[in-house]
Structure formats: C-alpha cells, structure tokens
Nanobody, 125 residues
C-alpha cells in the first residue's frame, strides 16, 4: 500500500487549501482513510476520517464546519478541503488508511495501518 499526500503550502489566515491523498497497492472497499496532523512540539492529532464504502465521516471538534473530507472511489483519492484556516492549523498533515474499518471510520491513530509521507500546511497570520 502506498499513500501519496499532496497540496500543502503557505496560506494566509482565513484562506483555503485542498489536500489530496492518492492510495494505491490494493482495493480499499472495506477501509477508511484518515487525516491526522502534527504541529511542532505537539502530539499527532486526529483531524477527520471517511469510510470508503459508506462515506460515513468523523471530524475533530476543532475543525468542524471548516474542513470537509471527501473521496473519489474511482481514483482511490481522498480530499481534505480546508476553509477558514487559522494559524493553529499549521502542521504537517498525514493521510493514513485503516484497512478494516468497515462502515465506521475510526479516530484513533493506532488503528491505521499505512501512512503517507505528510504534507506541510503553514497558515500565516
């Protein structure tokens, strides 16, 4: 399994950014994709996740209403649309896949089997 995250960069506060995560190497019909982030000096934290099969989603409270996760099953790609970005959103964003999540995507990082390389998002004030 390979996960390729892209789309990071520098954005001003209040701006938007869309991250992508392209997955390859197997079928993902029973899996879920998650996004996590890690800011300097902080622990990695859950952002959002989505089930490939059901489309069910989970969001961290800190990003609800500002971030939307979506998937393109045909392309095996998951997107993270981030709006209203804040300086505290600055972090390295990682995508990850939980191969056995079923219809309900998990929020716990230890459930995820494979991780992408991360993409840096920097929000300037």
């Amino acid at each position: 399994v390979q996960l390729q995250a892209s789309g990071g960069g520098l954005v001003q506060a209040g701006g938007s950014r869309r991250l992508s995560c392209a997955a390859s190497g197997r079928t993902f019909s029973g899996a879920a994709m998650g996004w996590f982030r890690q800011a300097p000096g902080k622990e990695r934290e859950f952002v959002t996740s989505i089930s490939w099969s059901s489309g069910n989603t989970n969001y961290a409270d800190s990003v609800k209403g500002r971030i939307t996760i979506s998937r393109d099953n045909a392309e095996n790609t998951v997107y993270l649309q981030m709006n209203g970005l804040k300086p505290e959103d600055t972090a390295v964003y990682y995508c990850a896949v939980d191969l056995q999540s079923g219809h309900y995507p998990d929020t716990r990082s230890w459930r995820y089997d494979y991780w992408g390389q991360g993409t840096q998002v920097t929000v300037s004030s």
